[in-house]
């Protein structure tokens, strides 16, 4: 069986994170670790031979605290966790801040006042306030996560903070971007994220690039900054991110939200796994719903972009475990937290030992996600808004598919659509008149080109056209003929 050690208490036990042992209970465990690790005596009970009550043992999630529960026999697949209840002192790490430049910061005495929550703390002191505010940090997305890693790092006193969108706010941002408001729609998004930070705290240097990341300007986005913060929404920002950032030699803190779920690791880290590593290749394009589509609970993005913020604060000041070679999954749904194992990987196209990729020019992130459409095939053919619309009111005889999950036609039906979500077309094409013209329809006009795909491989000969850039990009059309066919 395992036995768990936690990081405060790993000294005294070889600086093992994980023991394993064939003891079958809790007294057994005890007694072998005192014969393995007589150094352990000490910390783990009192000069009466009782557990010290700082210590909490659990085997799974039950505490086995009291001796009364030492002798009950374990399992052979039980995990014991030995927790000491008053984390103490944080290992120190290397901080990615350059000696050099912490020792050019200064503190007047209103900084001194405002960091006074950091300053007391033994492991952040006047030396961790100094490298923060030395700190250099890239924001990529003013969004969702970006939101709560904007706030936090402003408020901690980060120094140069560059928040890199190239979107507008839009009234469904507000549902979760919290630093945008209503009176911020239709400005663009580093516009509202400038004043949250100058709200915040004058003194910060704040950099706004209202771009898209792309290949040709990221490394110049990117390059002489201390650290990437990944809050995009869509992989070819996350593989170019991942990408530019191993090349210039900049970690990363990623995180990532879907519906109830979110993720947060560090890439490019000492050695550590990159993008490329964990998920070689994105899904095919539309096949997995964007956050865009698939929505997210309002409070989630908080609790994923606080914890990326909590990193980076971490890697900037040089303190602590950190998300290095670990992926945490929370499912916010169930309450569940789990920590994974993420490992470099010998063959990557970018990390490993034979690297493919030299540069993200030579690279082609539109291809790779599937965001191009292949020359060989049949272009797909599409109508505009403008021009679904008028067919609608000519009454021309056609079919209207929408290939959207139900929770996304619950918000906003379509009308005269008939209902085929995307993994049953093959199967129900013969729903389908192959005589009349069939219009696929979708949230943003990307899955319902791979509805067309899919239905040309199953063999489906009828004309069929897409609705381009979707329902989202009908919006305004539909609510304006209101009265004439919704
Ligand atoms: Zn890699």
């Given at each position: 069986m395992n036995v768990y050690i936690s990081a405060t208490l790993r000294n005294f036990f070889g600086r093992n994170a994980r023991l394993e042992t064939d003891a079958k209970s809790i007294k057994d465990i005890l007694n072998w670790l005192k014969d393995e690790y007589p150094e352990a005596e000490k910390v783990l009970f009192d000069e009466?031979?009782?557990?010290?009550?700082?210590?909490?043992?659990?085997?799974?999630?039950?505490?086995?605290?009291?001796?009364?529960?030492?002798?009950?026999?374990?399992?052979?697949?039980?995990?014991?966790?030995?927790?000491?209840?008053?984390?103490?002192?944080?290992?120190?790490?290397?901080?990615?801040?350059?000696?050099?430049r912490r020792k050019a910061v200064a503190f007047d005495d209103k900084e001194i006042e405002r960091f006074g929550r950091h300053l007391m703390l033994k492991d952040i002191g006047v030396k961790g306030q100094k490298r923060i505010k030395a700190a250099r940090v890239v924001v990529a997305g003013a969004g969702a996560l970006g939101s709560a890693v904007i706030q936090y790092l402003a408020a901690a006193g980060v120094g140069t903070i560059k928040v890199v969108d190239f979107d507008d706010v839009a009234l469904e941002n507000l549902q979760s971007q919290v630093i945008h408001t209503t009176r911020d729609l239709n400005r663009p998004k580093v516009a509202s994220a400038k004043d949250i930070v100058r709200n915040i705290n004058r003194g910060i240097n704040f950099e706004a690039e209202n771009t898209k990341l792309e290949a040709d300007n990221i490394v110049d986005i990117i390059d002489g900054y201390d650290l990437v913060i990944d809050c995009t929404d869509n992989y070819k920002a996350r593989y170019l991110i991942n990408d530019a950032a191993y090349l210039c030699g900049i970690p990363v803190v990623f995180g990532a939200i879907y519906q109830f779920e979110g993720q947060v690791t560090i890439f490019n880290h000492n050695d550590g796994p990159c993008y490329r590593c964990a998920f070689p290749a994105p899904p095919p394009a539309g096949l997995v719903p964007t956050c865009a589509e698939g929505g997210a609970i309002s409070p989630l993005p908080g609790i994923i972009g606080s914890i990326q913020a909590n990193e980076a604060l971490k890697l900037i000041i040089g303190i602590g475990d950190h998300l290095s070679g670990k992926i945490l999954t929370v499912d916010s749904l169930y309450l569940r937290f789990k920590l994974l194992e993420l490992k470099?990987?010998?063959?990557?196209?970018?990390?490993?030992?034979?690297?493919?990729?030299?540069?993200?020019?030579?690279?082609?992130?539109?291809?790779?996600?599937?965001?191009?459409?292949?020359?060989?095939?049949?272009?797909?053919?599409?109508?505009?808004?403008?021009?679904?619309?008028?067919?609608?009111?000519?009454?021309?005889?056609?079919?209207?598919?929408?290939?959207?999950?139900?929770?996304?036609?619950?918000?906003?039906?379509?009308?005269?659509?008939?209902?085929?979500p995307i993994g049953q077309l093959a199967r129900r094409m013969n729903e389908l008149d192959p005589e009349q013209d069939t219009i696929f329809i979708c949230k943003q006009g990307m899955r319902s080109i791979l509805a067309i795909n899919t239905l040309r491989e199953a063999g489906y000969k009828g004309p069929m056209y897409n609705l381009k850039g979707g329902i989202d990009a009908m919006k305004d059309i539909m609510f304006s003929h209101e009265g004439a066919w919704l």
């Open positions: 009466n031979g009782k557990l010290r009550s700082f210590i909490r043992i659990y085997a799974g999630d039950e505490n086995r605290s009291s001796e009364d529960k030492w002798e009950k026999a374990l399992s052979e697949d039980s995990e014991v966790l030995l927790l000491p209840a008053i984390a103490g002192g944080a290992p120190e790490n290397d901080s990615i801040i350059p000696e050099e470099k990987e010998k063959e990557c196209l970018l990390c490993g030992a034979h690297p493919s990729i030299k540069g993200v020019q030579d690279f082609d992130y539109e291809d790779f996600c599937g965001l191009k459409q292949p020359e060989e095939e049949i272009p797909i053919e599409g109508f505009t808004p403008e021009e679904l619309a008028k067919r609608i009111e000519n009454e021309d005889p056609m079919t209207i598919v929408d290939v959207r999950e139900p929770h996304e036609r619950a918000i906003q039906r379509f009308p005269n659509a008939i209902v085929i």
